[in-house]
C-alpha cells in the first residue's frame, strides 16, 4: 500500500468494495478476474520413490521447459471459477478470455462486473486490437469494469483464489503446458464441486478507521491552500 494518503489509491478501494456490498444477481454477476504464470520444469532423473514418513525428494538438477500463463475468473458469491492456459500474456489472449465469459460462461447475464487489476493488456483497446471494431464494442458493452488500485492485489478476490492454487497445485515442478492444463483444470473443477465462496467482510467503513493514513487530510490541504 502506499506509505501515506493517496487519493487514487482511495479513490478505486472505494469503488471495489461498494461492488463487494451488492447482493447476489445473476443479471450481473461479480466476477473478479486475475492472472498469473508458472514455469514448466521437466526432470532430467526420475525422482527417488516416496518412502513411509519421508517426502517424495527430486534431483537439483532439471530442464527449464517454458512458461504458461494462467487466467483465472472467479464469481465469489457463487463460488464458480474458471481457468485458461495459455502459451502467452498477450492482448489477444485477454481478449479472448473475456469474450468466453460474455458469450459462454455469462451469456444469460446483461452485463458482467468484472473487477480486475490495471495491467496493459486488461483494457477495451485489447478487444479492438483482436476484434473487429462491431464485436469489440458488442463484447465491451456487456462488461462493468472496476479496476484495483495500483498495489492493491488484495482486493482482487481472483488473487485469492490464485494464492490457493500456488499452494495446493503449482508447488511442484509440472513439466508441460498439457500437464499443466489437466492440473489447474482439475483444481478448480473440485473446487467448483464444492462451491467454495469467499464472505467478503472488509467495507468502505471499516477502510476509512484501519486504512485513514491513506485517505488525504482536507484540514491540513485547507490549510497548505489558505
Same mark, same amino acid.
Given at each position: 500500500m ?13 469503488? @471495489? ?12 454477476? @461479480? ?5 498469473t ?7 532430467? !532423473? ?6 513411509s ?27 464458480? !471459477? ?12 485477454w ?16 452485463k ?11 483494457t ?13 464494442? !458488442? ?14 492485489s *488484495? ?31 482439475? *483444481?478448480?473443477?473440485? !473446487? ?7 464472505? *467478503?467482510q ?25
Amino acid at each position: 500500500m502506499p506509505p501515506k494518503s493517496h487519493a487514487e489509491y482511495v479513490c478505486k478501494m472505494e469503488d @471495489v468494495l461498494d461492488v463487494y456490498k451488492r447482493p447476489y444477481d445473476e443479471n450481473y454477476p @461479480v466476477i473478479c478476474m486475475d492472472e498469473t504464470n508458472k514455469q514448466q520444469v521437466r526432470e532430467i !532423473r526420475e525422482p527417488l520413490t516416496m518412502k513411509s514418513g519421508k517426502p517424495l525428494r527430486y534431483d537439483t538438477s532439471y530442464e527449464r521447459n517454458g512458461t504458461s500463463n494462467i487466467f483465472l475468473s472467479f464469481e465469489p458469491l457463487k463460488g464458480k !471459477r474458471k481457468i485458461k492456459v495459455t502459451a502467452h500474456r498477450k492482448k489477444v489472449d485477454w481478449a479472448h478470455f473475456v469474450k468466453e465469459l460474455v458469450d459462454i460462461d455469462y451469456a444469460s447475464a446483461k452485463k458482467i462486473v468484472l473487477v480486475m487489476d490495471n495491467l496493459n493488456t486488461h483494457t477495451g483497446s485489447s478487444l479492438y486490437e483482436t476484434f473487429m471494431p462491431s464485436e469489440a464494442k !458488442r463484447i465491451l458493452d456487456k462488461l462493468d469494469i472496476h479496476y484495483t488500485p495500483k498495489h492493491g492485489s *488484495w482486493l482482487n478476490m481472483a488473487e485469492l483464489e490464485l494464492s490457493h492454487l500456488g499452494r495446493q497445485c503449482l508447488d511442484r515442478r509440472i513439466p508441460d503446458s498439457e500437464t499443466m492444463k489437466q492440473e489447474v483444470m482439475a *483444481w478448480a473443477e473440485e !473446487r467448483n464441486k464444492k462451491s467454495v465462496k469467499v464472505n *467478503w467482510q472488509f467495507t468502505t467503513e471499516n477502510a476509512r478507521i484501519k486504512l485513514k493514513k491513506l485517505y488525504p487530510n482536507l484540514e491540513e490541504i485547507k490549510t497548505k491552500s489558505s
